[in-house]
């Protein structure tokens, strides 16, 4: 029968009063709520870029350039390791998609096996069982030998990589000076960036669109470039282009003196001299060892400044640079400089990231949005009221009462979880609320039913409930069902949509038939007591 | 409760209406079909108006700063730039302007390139309020992943619907859910709206609210199969249809209402979402009345109930005797 014990009774009515708490803080702007004292709630809900304007970027990682820059690794290792062997080699190169060595004499090739097979790594947990190696090292015709790395050992790559650039790409979000950016990685090769508030991308682009690999090479001492192209590049040495017309292209050594991964500060500047826009750079100690040893060994003869495969500057070495400190000039603006800076000092990515992806919504149609969807929500709930409350009287304003706690309940839930309401979120409260009044309209029209079958005005409001929650079960979980599909399969906007949907399908049972049946509850108490004739107001 | 005055609701509803859906069950079917039919030849032939979403490319929404946009000065100047494929449209007010520029051949270095071209054309005098550009292999992606949603979810729903019911309410739901989503399709195709994300969000939604409407009328042919052993199926399809026609109306009465405000003051943004919803409900109530449930009387259903009220209780008993006096049928 329709009762409720003390402790339900209490129960229901607490959650309601938390829900309520936990709104509050949307009520009042962010000022005000962040001088309210910390115990209480002062999450407000996050609004999705749609509504408050700001950039969306995904960005993917070109797995090609981490398998070309993995051959390159494993080439200079095994030139390494052969040195440090002692076996002489006739020639050690990337042939397709792995590394061929040619052994100098038949005699070395078994040391030479043995040697290089020391490259191959188990992958994986060594706790959980290894997942395969990361090379193979088979032994070919002759005397060659081929390093091939493993489809598995490539996927670590990017996984790796992938981590590497989220953090290179935070750094340098986070030096443009906006709040809360996300970064985070979406499947396996791309990193989705959202910035709030930000319209402007064209500097964020700049910034994210460059590897900004820096090296620092030997030039070849007598051979051109021009001439190179015509005859044979030495080996170990390659043609680099030129980053500008001004910088003709040179052949440099290929293994770099320094990298960029050496250096521990960048900081745009202007030469003293020509008022260009400069960058002075450090190394650190290793780096700074390395240079003062290059340039002492060298001073007179040029060197290359290489930026992702490009030479931006090749100053002749004037005197030993022993300090560590430096100056790359080229041909910069104060904000190509200012950039390069921020590149520089927050990493190399480690392969170049393309835009697969781009949105951003300004916060003037932001707002619009959001004074839109008031109205037509504010008008919307309006005319549920009228309509409610004029067939069902009475009972109509409990459910509109319903109504409003489904509304309080789904919208807390949602700023503790923090999950951001976007435009078709809106969409998928609209249909919560509406599965709620249906909720409410299937009660009481069996309640009606009931009463013209002649049953007391108890008797029917039991059946009511009991019966009606049978179809109102079923209908929430199968919407529940797609709405779980929707946020397991959906991208962006569908599953803003099924986080709302869930949410307010959630709420509905709650606020719809528990609080509305606690509100009856009430009201024939009431009744009781004036122990009027008792007839629904249905 | 002593502050909330106590007064009675308006009982709009004749309740001794007994409308006679089953003597038309076969035009609706008929034309159901053929309308489902007819919906799947424009999709083939015509196609859909994809969004930037799924055709890849970029779209720009613009709002001039000085008063209503000159939208033939603006195809003017942007045609002079030699970029392929630029569409320029008004939106919503007199100053709004949307701008979509094609997906560039090659790769998405072409089409950044495109963009920077329109975006200097443009100048000062338009402020830019929306940016959307999707590269090939994402709209492909967002293709398929939409498509698998939304089939998805009918699955899920069909799923469910089998566990709580009998196949026979899986394959009407499956059918009628399918006529929805169709028709929906159908009609994006045929007034050629761009068909995006959102578009798709609509259809899941309008899935979500169509089940609604099956799966209330079929919990209600379910209780009227237990309670009526004897009456003949399609005498109980109507009845059942007819007794959950006043929620059936008013729950719809209610969600029309919410999204005509939508669409009316929404903002310009949701408003093809919206009119997708509107026609998704007008055709999903339609489907569970007229698809759904005459089904059920052509594929037979099963009669004996386990559990439930199996004896008929004597008010039951009375309300039928009322029921029955009730029905007009020729």
Not at chain 1, 277 to 303: E, L, Y
Not at chain 1, 444 to 469: L, Q, W
Not at chain 2, 79 to 108: H, M, N, Y
């Amino acid at each position: 029968m329709l009762t409720f014990s003390r402790w339900k009774q209490i129960t229901i009515l607490a959650i309601c009063l938390l829900g309520l708490i936990i709104v509050m803080p949307n009520f009042f702007p962010r000022s005000t709520v962040e001088k309210w004292p910390a115990w209480f709630p002062r999450k407000q809900l996050n609004l999705g870029l749609d509504l408050r304007g700001g950039a969306h970027l995904l960005l993917a990682m070109e797995v090609n350039d981490v398998r070309k820059d993995w051959l390159d690794t494993l080439r200079d290792d095994a030139r390494r390791r052969l040195r440090e062997a002692k076996i002489g080699v006739s020639a050690v190169g990337i042939a397709g998609n792995a590394v061929q060595v040619r052994v100098a004499k038949a005699e070395d090739s078994e040391a030479a096996l043995k040697a290089l097979k020391l490259m191959v790594e188990p992958l994986g947990n060594p706790l959980l069982g290894s997942s395969g190696q990361n090379v193979d090292v088979t032994k070919g015709e002759g005397t060659s030998i081929t390093i091939t790395p493993s489809e598995a050992g490539l996927r670590q790559r990017v996984i790796d990589a992938l981590s590497a650039a989220i953090e290179t790409v935070r750094r340098r979000v986070d030096a443009m000076g906006t709040t809360e950016p996300t970064i985070v990685r979406e499947g396996t090769n791309r990193i989705l960036v959202q910035v709030p508030g930000l319209q402007d991308t064209a500097q964020l682009k700049a910034l994210i669109g460059k590897t900004a690999r820096l090296s620092f090479h030997e030039v070849h001492p007598t051979l051109t470039a021009a001439e190179a192209k015509t005859t044979r590049v030495p080996p170990g040495f390659k043609i680099y282009t030129g980053e500008t017309k001004e910088e003709t292209d040179q052949v440099l050594r290929e293994t770099p003196v320094v990298r960029g991964d050496e250096l521990t500060s960048a900081n745009p500047a202007f030469d003293s001299r020509t008022n260009e826009p400069i960058i002075d750079f450090g190394f650190n100690n290793t780096g700074a060892r390395k240079f003062g040893k290059f340039t002492q060994d060298h001073v007179g003869k040029p060197f290359a400044i290489v930026l992702d495969d490009k030479v931006i500057s090749a100053p002749v070495i004037r005197e030993p640079i022993l300090g560590g400190r430096g100056q790359i000039s080229g041909s910069f603006t104060p904000e190509t400089s200012t950039q390069l800076a921020i590149q520089l000092r927050s990493g190399a990515l480690p392969a170049k990231l393309t835009i697969v992806e781009e949105r951003s919504v300004g916060p003037s149609l932001g707002n619009d949005s959001i004074e839109a969807g008031t109205l037509a929500g504010v008008i919307g709930a309006t005319a549920t009221i009228l309509l409610t409350v004029l067939v069902y009287g009475t009972f109509g304003i409990f459910a509109c009462v319903g109504l409003i706690v489904h509304g309080v309940l789904t919208i807390a839930i949602m700023s503790l979880l923090g999950a951001a309401l976007t435009l078709p979120g809106i969409a998928g409260l609209v249909l919560g609320i509406a599965m709620a009044v249906d909720a409410n309209v299937l009660i009481y029209e069996r309640i009606r039913e009931e009463v013209r079958a002649g049953k007391s005005a108890i008797a029917a409001i039991d059946a009511g409930f009991t019966r009606a929650f049978v179809t109102i079960a079923d209908s929430q979980l199968t919407t529940l069902a797609c709405a779980l599909v929707m946020f397991w399969l959906g991208a962006g906007p569908i599953r803003g949509f099924a986080v709302t949907l869930t949410v307010g399908i959630c709420t509905s049972i709650f606020a719809a038939v528990t609080v509305v049946r606690l509100m009856i509850f009430y009201w024939l108490n009431s009744m009781k007591r004036a122990r009027g004739p008792l007839t629904l107001p249905v | 409760m002593m502050f909330i005055p106590n007064f009675k609701g308006y009982d709009f509803f004749p309740h001794d209406l007994r409308l006679p859906f089953m003597r038309y069950k076969g035009l609706a079917l008929i034309l159901s079909f053929v309308a489902m039919g007819a919906s799947l030849a424009l999709f083939l032939v015509k196609g859909l108006n994809y969004g930037v979403d799924f055709k890849g490319g970029t779209m720009i929404e613009v709002q001039s700063k000085t008063g209503p946009a000159d939208i033939p000065q603006l195809r003017e100047k942007l045609g002079k730039l030699g970029v392929g494929g630029v569409q320029i449209q008004s939106f919503g007010t007199p100053a709004d302007v949307l701008i979509r520029i094609e997906q560039q051949e090659g790769a998405e270095v072409q089409q950044q390139a495109a963009v920077k071209k329109v975006v200097d054309a443009l100048g000062e005098g338009y402020q830019q309020r929306r940016f959307e550009s999707v590269g090939p292999a994402v709209s492909s992606e967002l293709r398929w992943t939409g498509f698998i949603a939304v089939v998805a979810g009918l699955m899920a729903i069909v799923a469910y619907v089998w566990f709580r019911f009998e196949w026979q309410f899986a394959l009407g739901a499956i059918v009628a859910l399918s006529h929805d989503v169709l028709l929906t399709v159908g009609i994006f195709s045929l007034l050629q709206l761009e068909f995006d994300l959102s578009t798709v969000a609509a259809l899941l939604t309008i899935l979500g609210y169509s089940v609604n409407d099956t799966v209330v009328v079929s919990d209600r042919i379910r209780e009227n199969l237990r309670k009526y052993k004897k009456m003949e199926i399609n005498e109980l399809l109507d009845l059942s249809i007819n007794e959950t026609l006043s929620r059936t109306i008013l729950t719809g009465a209610t969600a029309l209402a919410v999204l005509l405000a939508l669409y009316i003051f929404g903002g310009e943004v949701i408003r093809n979402f919206n009119f997708a919803m509107l026609l998704g409900i007008i055709i999903g109530t339609y489907s569970s009345m007229f698809i759904g449930a005459p089904l059920l009387g052509y594929l037979g259903v099963k009669r004996e109930w386990g559990g439930g009220s199996a004896k008929v209780a004597p008010n039951a008993a009375a309300a039928r005797a009322k029921d029955r006096a009730g029905v007009v049928y020729k």
